[in-house]
């Protein structure tokens, strides 16, 4: 028997929606102000008042609460809380808990001194959701946040290989037999040393229900290591958070992980493109012209568009096997991330239907997802006077689009999303960590949910 003395004393988090559903009782308090809550906390009870985000609009409430959780969290090292939700009813708690379960993640594996952990806890009843989804973040984030001297290729396989504990491994193919059935992937990766040579690999998900699958989903991660640009070698500057150009990858895996956690019967592939784009006598160069692994003959325009390269063969690779859907996820243009910044990830995709249930799974989960167009017009800016199409268009503007009107050669009519992110966070007024990031997936999830 646990004596009383011993219990932890469970203090009560009251949210607040709108200032007049504060009890009377609390009037009197006087709030701790931010731009988008406002706090009260004591030994015995913690207020926040959410009446500043009420009118916005439905994704960016649901995104505010994660955000307002990490806050909290910060504010709470310690102690058992529970909450009281007065709330609107389109808004998502579960958006708060996540929040305070990633406002308490830190990376600390290379450093010699750790920082005290956070002991602080907060009840409710999705508690075994929220563990499937902050572990898979936190996988995530650990990834991306690896350094390339430690973190090549074949790591990046292994840890997933480790971490898709319901997938098996079905294809893995290198040095010669990737150059003849991936040529795209070989050619970016030629330049690379030979303990981060390229790789392709296959994960396909166990079927434990033993029923024929509804669909045959495929999840395509771009995974290099890192990139210098290759011989159109990047700046200084450009080239210090290349470490996570393998983002993309992380999110697959993270994406495929949760698939699994939460049981949904697909035939799910994953597939990983995992290469380091380096600078060598081997590299690749401007002008240089590979056939696909559709056919079809690519000229290098830049280097440094290297991503859609090995997205192109794989994506190939999946229609080869009748996929009815693919989802490729990629840290792919600087141009996304001007059009939208660092928080929004841009999709593309080639059936209106699905993207509009991207869209409203990306509203209901406060996981932000922005669609950009198809924009045929621009196709022509691909154009090569000698190879079928260049694998980057020739204008200064419009580069996100005309890097996936690329990949869109090779989806064809295959129903496809196309997500290019930034897969990186950085210290704002919410939270002080700094890193690699989860994005989109929880949105992408939902919506495969549904299908």
Request: proline share 2%; net charge positive; charged share 25%.
């Amino acid at each position: 028997m646990t004596s009383k003395r011993n219990e932890i004393k469970k203090v009560p988090l009251y949210i607040f929606f709108q200032s007049k559903q504060i009890p009377k009782r609390f009037k009197n308090i006087i709030f701790e102000k931010h731009s988008s809550y406002s706090i009260f906390i004591s030994d015995e009870k913690i207020l926040i008042d959410l009446s500043a985000i009420l009118n916005l609009d439905l994704l960016q409430k649901n995104h505010k609460l994660l955000l307002i959780g990490q806050a909290v969290s910060s504010k709470c090292k310690a102690g058992s809380f529970f909450v009281e939700y007065f709330g609107c009813r389109e808004s998502e708690i579960m958006n708060f808990f996540l929040g305070w379960k990633l406002g308490n993640y830190v990376f600390e594996k290379y450093k010699s001194k750790k920082k005290k952990k956070s002991i602080s806890k907060i009840c409710h009843k999705k508690e075994k959701e929220l563990k499937i989804i902050s572990d898979t973040y936190y996988f995530v984030r650990d990834l991306i946040n690896m350094p390339a001297n430690i973190l090549g290729p074949k790591e990046i396989y292994l840890l997933a290989k480790k971490f898709l504990k319901k997938f098996e491994v079905t294809c893995l193919i290198d040095n010669q037999k990737l150059e003849k059935n991936f040529p795209l992937i070989a050619a970016v990766g030629r330049g690379s040393e030979k303990k981060k040579k390229p790789i392709f690999c296959e994960f396909s998900m166990r079927n434990t229900k033993n029923k024929k699958s509804k669909k045959k989903i495929f999840i395509i991660g771009k995974g290099v290591s890192f990139d210098t640009g290759g011989l159109n070698i990047k700046t200084g500057t450009g080239m210090g958070l290349m470490k996570k150009d393998m983002g993309g990858a992380a999110n697959c895996i993270g994406l495929a992980r949760l698939i699994s956690d939460f049981d949904v019967n697909f035939d799910l592939r994953l597939l990983l493109c995992l290469v380091e784009n380096s600078v060598s006598k081997k590299s690749m160069r401007p002008s240089d012209i590979i056939k696909s692994r559709e056919g079809s003959y690519v000229e290098i325009g830049d280097t440094d568009a290297e991503g859609r390269l090995i997205l192109a063969d794989a994506i190939t690779y999946a229609n080869e096997n009748k996929a009815d859907l693919i989802i490729d996820m990629a840290t792919l243009t600087g141009a996304s991330r001007v059009a939208m910044g660092l928080e929004v990830p841009s999709f593309f995709c080639n059936c209106e239907s699905l993207a509009m249930q991207l869209i409203d799974s990306s509203k209901q989960t406060g996981d932000p997802l922005w669609q950009l167009p198809l924009w045929e017009n621009y196709s022509n800016q691909l154009s090569s006077a000698h190879a079928d199409f260049k694998n980057i268009g020739n204008s200064m503007f419009g580069g996100a689009i005309t890097a996936a009107l690329f990949l869109k050669k090779f989806a064809k009519d295959t129903p496809w999303i196309h997500v290019d992110l930034m897969a990186w966070t950085k210290a704002n007024s919410f939270s002080t960590y700094e890193g690699g990031e989860a994005m989109g997936i929880r949105a992408l999830l939902e919506m495969i949910k549904k299908i």
